[in-house]
């Protein structure tokens, strides 16, 4: 979320939709995108705030959501990683900086791909030994 709000356009709707939402949150948390669970959550479930944003900010803040639904948690959706991937590309086209945490996201998606191969791999080969 932080990554998100820091590359919105400040004088978009988008913007002005948080900052009105959210009164008696400070101007230099908004800015920062510093926000509790329960406003994201807020944010998520408000169609208003979905046709404020800008198609680039629009199209980073699907993914976003399709994160924290399919991603995030005790279950990932069997397409997780088209999940990530589009986030990815989303923040980057929106220019995020690319913080620690979207790196480690970035580096998860990586190693899950190489982990994928060898387990396919391996189990092709076991397969082959039971023949």
């Keep these: 979320m932080k990554n998100f ?3 919105m356009d400040k004088t978009g709707c988008g913007f002005e939709y948080v900052r009105d939402k959210f009164p008696n949150v ?16 807020e944010l998520m479930q ?8 800008n198609e680039t900010e629009r199209n980073a803040w699907l993914p976003f959501k399709s994160i924290c639904k399919d991603f995030l948690g005790n279950h990932k959706a069997a397409n997780y990683q ?13 220019g995020c ?10 580096s998860h998606l990586e ?16 397969f082959i030994k039971i023949l």
């Design 82 to 94: 088209d999940v990530v991937q589009d986030l990815l590309t989303s923040y980057k086209a929106m």
């Design 111 to 126: 190693f899950s791909q190489k982990i994928s191969a060898k387990s396919v791999t391996n189990t092709v080969k076991d």
């Design 5 to 7: 709000v820091k590359g």
């Design 97 to 106: 900086n690319m913080s620690l945490k979207i790196h480690f996201l970035e």
């Design 26 to 41: 400070s101007d230099a948390k908004i800015k920062d995108g510093i926000f509790t669970g329960s406003q994201i959550r």
């Design 46 to 53: 408000n169609k208003q705030f979905d046709e404020d944003l």
